[in-house]
């Protein structure tokens, strides 16, 4: 008999978005992840779009974007890595 789990939230499964793009969630927790994705198209539609945004961004090289583009880019990453992203 397994044990009972709620149901996920949005705010979990935005959370865990990159956790299951990149394969790093438990059986368990995809089953669940999927599971609110079935019954929810507003989470679907954000799975999709960061799908799209990954497949977009890595067509993109750093020579390509504009100088003042890349130093705003790496500013919110430093930002990010400081507030423990």
């Known amino acids: ?7 996920l939230a949005c705010v979990e499964v ?8 990149e394969g790093r969630l438990t059986r368990r927790q995809r089953r669940r992840f999927e599971k609110h994705l079935a019954g929810c198209p507003g989470c679907s539609a954000y799975l999709e779009q960061m799908r799209q945004t990954i497949a977009a ?14 130093t705003e880019l790496t500013d919110l990453f430093r930002r990010y890595k400081q507030d423990g992203g």
Do not use: I, K, R, S
Request: hydrophobic share 45%.
């Open 57 to 70: 961004a890595g067509l993109v090289e750093p020579e390509q974007l504009d100088p003042e583009a890349l």
């Open 1 to 7: 008999m397994g044990l009972l789990t709620p149901d």
């Open 14 to 21: 935005v959370e865990l978005v990159t956790d299951y793009l």
